[in-house]
């Protein structure tokens, strides 16, 4: 059982690029969700999903996108890289039942330059 | 959004207890408090949740005040495998949309 699988675990990107970080999650899982984590600071919120075809924004959604097409895949994309978007992505999914545990990847570490 | 309040830091001796605390004075009746850590370079990883009464795990245990504003995460004996940021989280009514602070970050020492 695999769990959450983030692809790819380092990008290095110029400024203006676009690209996307993969995740997937083989638990069948409602609820997806993108943090990103700056040095020293705890997780934000980018974007969610409770389903496939339902998306909403977090603390920080600005300058991403999402969406949901299948329940397995929550793909976020950057359409145009700032440097101030360097920081490390992570995953995580839940059943979508209430005060189920998170289950995150192993992050994707993303540096614009 | 209720928020809790951690120490940045905390250490321990090895093989000792440790009691990590966290406020949430504003902590809605029916909000769940949530405990994970993150190993370094590591994504974060559950602990334990519980509502009113205390919860054990195998990992750890959670002691919640009675009214509820206060709650303390105790690993009965750290191991240097312990050293992580151990983040304090309040879960919103409205579902899954966990908002974590900065965590305390435990040291263990051999």
């Known amino acids: 059982n695999a769990g959450v699988t983030q692809t790819p675990k380092f990008q290095v990107l110029k400024t203006g690029q676009s690209m996307t970080l993969q995740c997937a999650q083989d638990m069948n899982h409602e609820y997806m969700s993108w943090y990103r984590q700056d040095p020293g600071m705890g997780l934000r919120l980018i974007h969610y999903s409770v389903g496939a075809g339902i998306t909403d924004q977090g603390e920080v959604p600005n300058g991403y996108n999402v969406s949901r097409s299948t329940t397995e895949d929550f793909p976020l994309r950057l359409l145009s890289a700032a440097p101030s978007q360097t920081s490390v992505y992570f995953c995580a999914s839940t059943t979508g039942q209430k005060n189920e545990k998170l289950f995150f990847g192993s992050g994707t570490q993303l540096s614009v330059l | 959004d209720a928020k809790t309040t951690q120490p940045n830091s905390m250490e321990s001796n090895e093989e000792e207890p440790v009691h990590l605390p966290c406020n949430h004075s504003?902590?809605?009746?029916?909000?769940?408090i949530h405990w994970y850590r993150q190993l370094p370079s590591q994504g974060p990883e559950y602990v334990i949740h519980g509502l009113t009464s205390n919860v054990n795990n195998r990992m750890a245990s959670l002691a919640i005040a009675e009214d509820r504003k206060s709650s303390t995460l105790i690993l009965h004996r750290a191991t240097l495998r312990d050293a992580a940021v151990y983040y304090c989280i309040l879960s919103e009514d409205t579902g899954n949309q966990f908002y974590f602070g900065t965590g305390t970050s435990l040291t263990v020492i051999p």
């Open positions: 504003t902590i809605s009746g029916t909000d769940y």
